[in-house]
């Protein structure tokens, strides 16, 4: 059975920072792009950061660049997500995703096929 579970998250000033992991089991890590996706209340799902299966390449959200970093440790089946320079619109539930995700769709929620149960980022102003 494969689980993605999230960690990391919680209660920021405006401009600090945090750094979220997501630790996968059941599946084959190296083989899979790992996703972060967020969701804030009354608002979709949306992408957030992507790393390749091999962790060469990533790609992130325009409102995300320069802030946000996103990689991978193959060895501990484990994916992060460094935020910096947090902003109250950055608070939301965030999500990692699983999958064999081509590069034009990484974007895309439907690209994945497991997902975690979220944690929360919270950044007051």
């Known amino acids: 059975q494969v689980q993605l579970v999230e960690s990391g998250g919680g209660l920021v000033q405006a401009g600090g920072s945090l750094r979220l992991s997501c630790l996968a089991s059941g599946l084959d890590f190296p083989s899979h792009s790992m996703g972060w996706f967020r969701q804030a209340p009354g608002k979709e799902r949306e992408f957030v950061a992507t790393?390749?299966?091999?962790?060469?390449?990533?790609y992130y959200h325009d409102a995300v660049k320069g802030r946000f970093a996103v990689f991978r440790d193959n060895a501990e089946n484990t994916v992060y997500l460094q935020m910096v320079n947090l902003q109250p619109e950055d608070t939301a539930v965030y999500f990692c995703a699983a999958g064999k995700v081509v590069s034009n769709t990484a974007a895309l929620t439907t690209a994945y096929d497991y997902w975690g149960q979220g944690t929360q980022v919270t950044v007051s102003s």
């Open positions: 790393i390749r299966w091999y962790g060469g390449t990533s």
